[in-house]
């Protein structure tokens, strides 16, 4: 390419600014820039200048090095509450326990005393100590059902469904108690008899002329307090009573005075 021509056409280019100049001989060489040539070429480049860096994040200073964790001085526990005593409730009164077969009694009265002239036996001793009597059950404590029947009959007795069902109205059963049966046609058994082999305190006779001390003492279908520790009731014959309504009824209001007031 022709040097000279290149340089015209850059001449032409450039106007009024000398591109190159030709140092003379032993002419020092200038390091300043030529006028207009820097700022003519730095808006020639500048479009072709990369977009400016994103600025750079300062600098984060490196985290401390771990201090070990400072346990706190210990704190001592709070004292507990006082606590009050529970209460204490008052001893229960004693609960007297009946004997197995018998029932809490009403607040019976008295029995009448003995017609003038007649002696009245007592539970020690009596004129009908003698008379013999067979029974049937095993509770000594039970409550007493005093009949007179003949022996064969008598030996039934426990199945008699009148018996039992008056006896389940008590909430009893045959169990709970005592059957005794007076072996003589005519004289009653004595209460001192009795009390030798069961501890008879409850008695319900079913016929006349049954114990001695209520012979001449007693009214049917009353129930009274012989010597202040036995209740007595008596009342009709059981094969009266069992087709009986009206003493059924009887019967019960009596029993209901004597044990469920």
Known sequence: MDTAATLSFFQSFYTGAALYVVPEA??????????GLVETAAEAVAPLAPAAASPVPPSVPPPAPPVAAVQPAAQPLPSPA???PAPVAPAAAPVTTQPLGTLPLANLPAAAPAPAGRVQPTPTQ??????????????????VLLVRLPAEQFRKLPRNVFLNNLLKALRLVMEDVVLVNVEH????????S???EIAARQILAFGKNLL???VYTT??????LLYGDT?????SEIDMLEYDAGRKKQLWQAVQRMFLS
């Not at 209740?231 to 009342?235: D, N, P, S």
């Open 126 to 143: 009596s004129p009908v100590a003698h008379i013999p009597f067979s029974t049937l059950g095993s509770n000594p404590h039970g409550l």
């Open 212 to 214: 001695d001390v209520a």
């Open 194 to 196: 009795l009390r030798r």
């Open 231 to 235: 209740a007595y009731l008596g009342a």
């Open 219 to 224: 009214q049917p279908y009353e129930p009274v």
């Open 82 to 84: 006082p606590v009050a």
């Open 185 to 192: 046609e005519k004289y009653p058994v004595a209460l001192c």
């Open 26 to 35: 032993n002419t020092p060489v200038t390091t300043e820039p030529v006028p």
